[in-house]
């Protein structure tokens, strides 16, 4: 999902929701801020504090691009919010069924340690242009 030009991470639904109550929760428009150029729905001011002020707590892995995708075909693209899966704590998405099964076949692998080296689109991704990616 982009808005004026920015990816919007999960689909603007709000991430404090997600992995403090664990519910899929919409944010609202007033409540926007950017990290790492995604911008992120909340529901609150408060949400909205609380994410900045340990962000990475908060925010999914890659945030929300699909890590198979990334270390086998070397292209960022955003995966479903419907297929995703929990390795150390974070929240990873996939682009298919399948890239989840590889996922969870081998976590490590394909969540630690991606460089940005030889990636097909960074541009629409700007965390992508920093080496370390997880």
Not at 23 to 47: I, P, R
Not at 88 to 114: C, H, M, V
Request: with cysteine.
């Amino acid at each position: 999902v982009m808005r004026d030009g920015k990816v919007v991470g999960l689909g603007g639904f709000c991430p404090v929701a997600m992995m403090r109550d664990k519910k899929w929760l919409k944010g609202s428009e007033e409540f926007v801020g950017s990290y790492d150029g995604v911008d992120y729905f909340f529901q609150s001011a408060k949400e909205r504090e609380l994410f900045f002020a340990s962000a990475d707590q908060f925010i999914p892995g890659l945030h929300g691009c699909d890590p198979v995708e990334l270390q086998r075909e070397r292209r960022a693209e955003t995966g479903a919010i419907e297929l995703g899966a929990f390795y150390k704590g974070r929240l990873f998405f996939f682009t298919s069924q399948s890239n989840r099964r590889l996922f969870q076949d081998n976590p490590a692998w394909y969540a630690e340690g991606i460089s940005a080296d030889g990636i097909q689109n960074p541009d629409q991704f700007p965390f992508l242009k920093s080496m370390t990616l997880n």
